[in-house]
């Protein structure tokens, strides 16, 4: 496994390796068990400023696109953003709505005290947003106009899977990830900042660096409160433990 924070120590892999594909090489080790990398994977708002190379955003880019689509059609594109100036744009946008609603989700959940603790690393990451290494804005090409809700699942349900992938492979391979909306809020600004035309749509921007906080476990919901067995509201695992 990688060192969490230092680029310095990831391993290389055994000579004897298959390469994934041709076009990137495979210089980082994402050989966290899969378990781990899921029970550990959270929200990491608060990043140093070491740089994370190009060579290791490729293969996040190539993990989230083995992720599954509707129809193989694989309907979606990555765009990867260094440009400092760029950065700037979009922190003022991320800056402007949040706050919008800083304040007032402050006050409506001021009882919650996981809330608070993610509402305070989210103003972190909207101070220093400028400062984060690299971003990646995952777009979809599929329609974003859905005349059901099965269109909108597999619309939208084509770009999440991958982006879930691009977060576990980040946490194996020891960044901070998280998945942020609240830049492309402004959306028509954001479009222009990233040049994106009409027929893509930008869903969620993954900021990545190398982690100054800590990661998981996360705290969820337990598994017999959301499961039903059979026909919806028979709660029968309600008092049976999770997977661990
Ligand atoms: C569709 C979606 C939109 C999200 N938008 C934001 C966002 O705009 N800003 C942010 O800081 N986190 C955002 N998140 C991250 C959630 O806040 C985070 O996944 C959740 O609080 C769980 O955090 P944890 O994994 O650290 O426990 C979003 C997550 C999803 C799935």
């Not at 694989?74 to 706050?99: G, M, S, T």
Request: charged content about 25%; some cysteine; aromatic content about 6%.
């Amino acid at each position: 496994m990688n060192s969490d924070r230092d680029p310095g120590h990831v391993t290389q892999p055994p000579g004897d390796t298959p390469p994934v594909s041709a076009e990137v090489d495979h210089p980082y080790d994402f050989d966290m068990p899969l378990g781990e990398a899921m029970r550990t994977q959270r929200a990491i708002r608060r990043l140093t400023d070491e740089p994370v190379s190009d060579e290791l955003v490729k293969q996040l880019i190539e993990f989230a696109s083995k992720a599954p689509t509707a129809q193989n059609h694989q309907a979606w594109e990555f765009i990867v953003v260094r440009d400092r100036e760029l950065i700037a744009r979009l922190a003022k946008l991320n800056r402007r709505v949040w706050r919008l609603v800083d304040k007032p989700i402050a006050w409506l959940n001021r009882k919650d005290d996981k809330f608070i603790r993610t509402h305070r690393a989210t103003a972190h990451q909207v101070d220093n947003f400028e400062r984060i290494p690299v971003l990646i804005v995952c777009c979809m090409t599929a329609t974003r106009h859905a005349p059901s809700p099965v269109v909108a699942a597999s619309s939208y349900g084509s770009i999440f899977p991958a982006v879930q992938n691009l977060l576990l492979a980040a946490r194996a391979a020891g960044l901070g990830a998280n998945l942020t909306t609240m830049p492309l809020t402004v959306n028509f600004a954001a479009r222009r900042v990233l040049g994106i035309p009409w027929k893509v749509t930008p869903v969620c921007i993954v900021p990545i660096g190398w982690p100054a906080g800590r990661y998981g476990p996360t705290v969820r919901k337990p598994v017999g409160e959301v499961t039903s067995i059979d026909r919806y509201g028979n709660r029968a695992w309600l008092d049976t433990e999770g997977p661990g």
